[in-house]
């Protein structure tokens, strides 16, 4: 996908932002066509989309809560898939579902 075309050609152009080139708002940009090598500008806007969805446990609804996938198991971790409320887990919740303990690394001191 392009990022805009040439308003000479045509032809399809893509903006290097390596060096933050283009990026600034309210700026006519510089930039020169690869097919016609024409120069022309551009002026670049940026727009912000929001998604909302329910969060229930976040009113008074307890969370609805995942083990992660995590490697390696044993910092498996509980998380709400509506907040990302994160938890750890219980020894007995461990036992449940077959996650190891952490090992202790260094040995006591």
């Known amino acids: 996908m392009s990022d805009m075309q040439c308003p000479y050609c045509g032809a399809d152009q893509e903006v290097c932002h390596d060096d933050g080139h283009g990026y600034e708002e309210n700026v006519r940009h510089e930039h020169q066509c690869t097919e016609c090598e024409k120069t022309f500008v551009f002026e670049t806007s940026v727009s912000f989309y929001y998604e909302p969805s329910k969060a229930d446990c976040l009113n008074g609804s307890p969370h609805a809560l ?22 750890e887990m219980t020894d007995a919740e461990r036992a449940a579902h077959g996650i190891p303990q952490r090992t202790q690394k260094g040995g006591a001191a």
């Open 66 to 87: 995942e083990l992660t996938k995590t490697w390696p198991k044993e910092y498996t971790r509980w998380r709400c898939k509506h907040c990302d409320y994160e938890r």
